[in-house]
Nanobody, 129 residues
Framework: QVQLRESGGGSAQAGGSLRLSCAVSRYPYSSNCMGWFRQAPGKEREGVATITTVGSRTYYADSVKGRFTISQDIATRTVYLQMNSLKPEDTAMYYC??????????????????????WGQGTQVTVSS
């Protein structure tokens, strides 16, 4: 079983930066995809970025492409989301998620929240204008 714990959320001004961290247990053996999702009040949870645990192939939502960067440190079992040029619309609860290898062992990580079976508790990000 994969356990996830997010940290690094907080408040920032538009144009500022924040770095989210996700501590992962059993990384990278239990999951072949790691991801960050977010959910704003009144909206559906949406994918932000994903990364393959082998090869570090990355995928980004169009809304964050060029501003956010997902990365991982296998040695420390940590997945990061560097968020630059923050916008007020980035305000949301951010969740770290893992896709079990047993569900899909392909080296491909579409941002389908249905396939990410493990989730952290979330960390709030608030961006002021």
């Amino acid at each position: 079983q994969v356990q996830l714990r997010e940290s690094g959320g907080g408040s920032a001004q538009a144009g500022g930066s924040l770095r989210l961290s996700c501590a992962v247990s059993r990384y990278p053996y239990s999951s072949n995809c790691m991801g960050w999702f977010r959910q704003a009040p009144g909206k559906e949870r949406e994918g932000v970025a994903t990364i393959t645990t082998v090869g570090s192939r990355t995928y980004y939502a169009d809304s964050v492409k060029g501003r956010f960067t997902i990365s991982q440190d296998i040695a420390t079992r940590t997945v990061y989301l560097q968020m630059n040029s923050l916008k007020p619309e980035d305000t949301a609860m951010y969740y770290c998620a893992a896709r079990p290898t047993s569900i899909d062992n392909r080296d491909y990580c579409p941002m389908s929240k249905t396939l990410f079976g493990y989730w952290g508790q979330g960390t709030q990000v608030t961006v002021s204008s």
